[in-house]
């Protein structure tokens, strides 16, 4: 089972861009599919992102796709999340997680999650 530590997170505005990383420490880093939740108080927890083992599929929520972009370094047992063009709905602590299935970790159904770093994107 991996370790994940999320950092990056910040205060930022509007349209401006930030990347959360996620570090992984434990076993065989390279095995595992790496999603990216995040939450804000009173709502449901909610999907972002999504990449697999191998870092060459990935999967983005709706809100998201064409503005965060995702990136696995399994040499560096690290994966990005690149967020652009920020706006106030993209408030919210950001989870990293990691399964062994991609369809697993997208689902949030892994047993590997970090503690979370916040965004707030606010003018």
């Known amino acids: 089972q991996l370790r994940l530590a999320e950092s990056g997170g910040g205060l930022v505005q509007p349209g401006e861009s930030l990347t959360l990383s996620c570090v992984a420490s434990g076993h065989r880093f390279e095995n595992y599919a790496i999603a990216w939740f995040r939450q804000v108080p009173g709502k449901e927890r909610e999907s972002v992102s999504c990449i697999d083992s191998s870092g060459r599929r990935e999967k983005h929520a709706v809100s998201v796709k064409g503005r965060f972009a995702i990136f696995k370094d399994n040499a560096k047992n690290t994966v990005f999340l690149q967020m652009n063009s920020l706006r106030s709905e993209d408030t919210g602590t950001y989870y990293c997680?990691?399964?062994?299935?991609?369809?697993?970790?997208?689902?949030?159904?892994?047993?590997?999650w970090g503690q979370g770093t916040q965004v707030i994107v606010s003018s």
């Open positions: 997680t990691a399964d062994v299935y991609f369809v697993d970790s997208c689902s949030g159904n892994g047993n590997s």
